[in-house]
């Protein structure tokens, strides 16, 4: 069973950065695809970030493009989200997601780290 546990979330600045980090266990990720999701009060879950476990391509919301990176470390089995020049607007909760590569829904994820950025 896939187990996903973020950590990293609190109370930064607008400008300032963040990285969150999600710690996957439970089986070997190799074929599994890694995304984060956040979701803000009052609003519907959205897409962040995506990347396969493998290496290679990455995928991002265009809200986030070029302040946010998506990275995998193999060795420590965890994905990380580093956050740069974070924005009032990136206020929310930041979940872990996995899903096998290919199509499917995203069947595992974490319980979410929140992320406040003041003005």
């Known amino acids: 069973q896939v187990q996903l546990v973020e950590s990293g979330g609190g109370l930064v600045q607008a400008g300032g950065s963040l990285r969150l980090s999600c710690a996957a266990s439970?089986?070997?990720?190799?074929?599994?695809?890694m995304g984060w999701f956040r979701q803000a009060p009052g609003k519907e879950r959205e897409f962040v970030a995506a990347?396969?476990?493998?290496?290679?391509?990455?995928y991002y919301a265009d809200s986030v493009k070029g302040r946010f990176t998506i990275s995998v470390d193999n060795a420590k089995n965890t994905v990380y989200l580093q956050m740069n020049s974070l924005k009032p607007e990136d206020t929310a909760v930041y979940y872990c997601?996995?899903?096998?590569?290919?199509?499917?829904?995203?069947?595992?994820w974490g319980q979410g780290t929140q992320v406040t950025v003041s003005s």
């Open positions: 439970g089986r070997t990720f190799y074929n599994y695809r």
């Open positions: 990347i396969r476990w493998s290496g290679g391509n990455t």
């Open positions: 997601a996995a899903r096998l590569n290919g199509a499917g829904p995203w069947g595992s």
